[in-house]
């Protein structure tokens, strides 16, 4: 991995490099949480040349502090700030245990209070709208169907939906086997809709994508033959919601009406929480928060003064 804007032969380096090795050839950690973890370090990396610190004995709980003040200055948000924090409470256990250092830097560092955003979510008529936006006459009209209808229909990530390939979709069963964070598999339905569209498009439209020099397993392909990316998806995404007539929608935002769309149906948390892959429920329960008019529901219905 390359370090752009940063001293190289720095002796700040070799912890770091270390550090990414351990977490995505030990720990399994996904693609994207090691990018997280890599553009926090380098983040710190820089500021620590800047301010003439040459080794990794010199961060202390002090000088993370006043690391932590400079991002907040330069506008970061308070959600990406604790995730700065989240990245040097585990470096910190790291280049101890290495001898990097001779006490973890970040050994006493808290993790800071914030308050949880609601997820956005959109209407069932609204991704309805988003789901039939494709036209038959777009090119890629049955792979980006597909895309959406799975998307909603069993609430995958970007990047599940990115790397997932033939094997895992079982139309017999009507299930998808799902690689989700830290490589932990789940099983999730697929509905009818999004299978259907999907055996049209793998039946239609993907031999003619597949090019031979690019061989590869994954369900979605981009027109020149090669897997979907994270960013496309969005790409595709948001093309079809502006077209749709809708603002603000992203993939991830399926992935909300999901799961919000199941609860606001009388769907168990329990259940919700195994199909989105959650390791602690209490992600999940924000969904919840979101439905108000159950909530007024029940309140109409079970308050003996409503």
């Not at 259907?196 to 039946?203: I, P």
Request: charged share 25%; hydrophobic share 40%; aromatic share 8%.
């Amino acid at each position: 991995m390359r370090f752009a804007g940063i001293q190289p032969g720095s002796a700040l380096e070799p912890a770091v490099r270390e550090f990414l090795s351990y977490c995505r050839i030990e720990c399994g950690f996904a693609k994207a949480t090691l990018e997280a973890y890599a553009r926090d370090l380098i983040d710190l990396w820089r500021w620590m040349q800047q301010q003439g610190h040459g080794t990794w004995d010199a961060l202390d709980l002090d000088t993370i502090g006043q690391h932590l003040r400079f991002l907040e200055a330069k506008g970061l948000e308070i959600s990406s700030i604790a995730r700065h924090v989240a990245t040097f409470r585990v470096f910190g256990r790291f280049v101890e245990a290495r001898g990097f250092t001779q006490k973890n830097p970040a050994e006493l560092l808290s993790r800071p209070a914030a308050w949880k955003r609601l997820p956005a979510v959109m209407g069932a008529d609204q991704v309805q709208s988003l789901i039939e936006a494709p036209r038959p006459s777009d090119p890629l009209y049955l792979r980006d169907a597909a895309l959406l209808e799975l998307l909603y229909a069993s609430g995958l990530r970007a990047s599940e939906a990115a790397e997932l390939t033939r094997d895992q979709v079982h139309f017999t069963l009507g299930v998808t086997r799902v690689i989700g964070k830290g490589n932990k598999e789940r099983i999730v339905p697929i509905g009818k809709p999004a299978l259907v569209a999907l055996q049209r498009y793998l039946d239609e439209l993907r031999p003619d994508l597949v090019r031979e020099d690019k061989p590869t397993d994954c369900v979605f392909l981009s027109r020149t033959g090669g897997p979907l990316t994270r960013v496309v998806i969005w790409q595709v995404v948001k093309r079809h919601a502006k077209r749709a007539g809708l603002t603000g929608v992203y993939p991830h935002m399926l992935r909300h009406c999901f799961a919000t769309h199941l609860l606001c149906g009388g769907a168990d948390l329990r259940v919700v929480q195994e199909l989105l892959g959650h390791s602690n429920i209490q992600t999940t329960q924000v969904y919840t928060h979101v439905d108000r008019s159950r909530l007024k529901e029940v309140m109409a219905k079970f308050h003996p003064r409503p």
